[in-house]
């Protein structure tokens, strides 16, 4: 190799070496920039949802509902729709119920009032005297989308918050043109507890359809993509319209208190009343003789007693 070409070849390795040397940091500066762009991304979900939880959180209550004899026979959460006090619920919820209570941030109810009811989507709407409630916001022209992400938030037995996020996997209709979603929760990026039950926000904190865990399932139902998943469904609030208006005669509940007490009174004579008869009955009739010749004497003897203080009494 000649002088000339020699010094070409040095000088061209020599260019793609510094080339390398100039470009090393602009591919450090543009892995570091995805990184940053990455952990914003975090960041600002993580701020978006917390402002989506103190938005709603003082509309969503905590429905707790009784049979007759007082024992509690459903309890779910529910979220005020208006000031007039109206409360979206479960109907599985309100499944042979007596009368209910309702809890909320700062209120309690015991005038719980049925207008409306659905079994078939888990759908109830009930109304209480509310004071001072701060409602959702319902959007009833939202159209649902698979893949956009939503929240649900609802109450846990000790009145505390359940937070689920997730996204629309599918939707699908289930009879007289109720549109059912179903969601797969993604894993929770908040020390949440999640749940089932609740409203179904979009993403703009307004309320696009109503949680039930009584509602049908959908055909064909495909695995998890991820470990922490669970199957969240819902109906869209767009479908359910209707529903809101009163149809039929609204059931007024009996109070949580008195009443279920005088029931449980009522309840606990009659069966101490049939326990009795069934306990003398498998005595025997020799022995119900027995025993109804000695409460007799008893009686007579408490009789004679009385007589003879009486009379001691009286003579003095």
Same mark, same amino acid.
């Given at each position: 190799?000649?002088?000339?070409?020699?010094?070409?070849?040095?000088?061209?390795?020599?260019?793609?070496?510094?080339?390398?040397?100039?470009?090393?940091?602009?591919?450090?500066?543009?892995?570091?920039?995805? +990184?940053?762009?990455?952990?914003?991304?975090?960041?600002?979900?993580?701020?978006?949802?917390?402002?989506?939880?103190? @938005?709603?959180?003082?509309?969503?209550?905590?429905?707790?509902?009784?049979? +007759?004899?007082?024992?509690?026979?459903?309890?779910?959460?529910?979220?005020?729709?208006?000031?007039?006090?109206?409360?979206?619920? &479960?109907?599985?919820?309100?499944?042979?119920?007596?009368?209910?209570?309702?809890?909320?941030?700062? &209120?309690?109810?015991?005038?719980?009032?049925?207008?409306?009811?659905?079994?078939?989507?888990?759908?109830? =709407?009930?109304?209480?005297?509310?004071?001072?409630?701060?409602?959702?916001?319902? +959007?009833?022209?939202?159209?649902?989308?698979?893949?956009?992400?939503?929240?649900?938030?609802?109450?846990?037995?000790?009145?505390?918050?359940?937070?689920?996020?997730?996204?629309?996997?599918?939707?699908? &209709?289930?009879?007289?043109?109720?549109?059912?979603?179903?969601?797969?929760?993604?894993?929770?990026?908040?020390?949440?507890? *999640?749940? @089932?039950?609740?409203?179904?926000?979009?993403?703009?904190?307004?309320?696009?359809?109503?949680?039930?865990?009584?509602? *049908?399932?959908?055909?064909?139902?495909?695995?998890?993509?991820?470990?922490?998943?669970?199957?969240?469904?819902?109906?869209?609030?767009?479908?359910?319209? *209707? =529903?809101?208006?009163?149809?039929?005669?609204?059931?007024?509940?009996?109070?949580?208190?008195?009443?279920?007490?005088?029931?449980?009174?009522?309840?606990?004579? @009659?069966?101490?009343?049939?326990?009795?008869?069934?306990?003398?009955?498998?005595?025997?009739?020799?022995?119900?003789?027995?025993?109804?010749?000695?409460?007799?004497?008893?009686?007579?003897?408490?009789?004679?007693?009385?007589?003879?203080? @009486?009379? =001691?009494?009286?003579?003095?």
């Amino acid at each position: 190799m000649k002088l000339p070409e020699r010094i070409i070849y040095i000088f061209t390795v020599f260019s793609v070496i510094f080339s390398f040397a100039l470009l090393s940091p602009a591919f450090s500066d543009s892995a570091s920039a995805s +990184d940053t762009a990455g952990f914003m991304d975090l960041e600002r979900s993580i701020k978006e949802l917390k402002r989506i939880v103190e @938005k709603t959180t003082p509309g969503v209550v905590m429905v707790v509902a009784y049979d +007759d004899s007082g024992a509690e026979s459903g309890r779910g959460s529910g979220f005020f729709i208006d000031t007039q006090g109206r409360i979206i619920t &479960n109907a599985s919820v309100l499944e042979d119920v007596y009368s209910a209570e309702v809890f909320s941030k700062s &209120n309690y109810y015991d005038d719980v009032v049925i207008l409306n009811r659905d079994n078939d989507i888990d759908f109830a =709407l009930i109304q209480v005297k509310a004071a001072g409630e701060i409602p959702l916001e319902p +959007d009833f022209e939202y159209e649902i989308r698979p893949g956009e992400r939503t929240v649900v938030i609802g109450r846990s037995q000790d009145m505390g918050k359940t937070v689920s996020e997730g996204l629309v996997s599918s939707l699908y &209709n289930a009879g007289e043109g109720y549109g059912l979603v179903k969601i797969q929760t993604t894993t929770p990026i908040l020390s949440y507890r *999640p749940g @089932k039950d609740g409203p179904l926000l979009n993403m703009a904190g307004k309320v696009i359809g109503v949680t039930g865990t009584g509602l *049908p399932e959908s055909e064909g139902s495909e695995a998890a993509p991820w470990p922490d998943y669970q199957e969240i469904r819902a109906v869209s609030l767009r479908s359910i319209e *209707p =529903l809101l208006s009163v149809q039929g005669e609204p059931e007024q509940l009996h109070s949580a208190k008195s009443a279920i007490r005088l029931r449980w009174l009522m309840r606990s004579l @009659k069966t101490a009343a049939v326990t009795g008869f069934i306990t003398l009955y498998d005595m025997g009739f020799p022995k119900l003789m027995a025993l109804a010749f000695v409460i007799i004497v008893i009686i007579s003897i408490i009789q004679w007693l009385y007589l003879k203080l @009486k009379k =001691l009494m009286f003579s003095r």
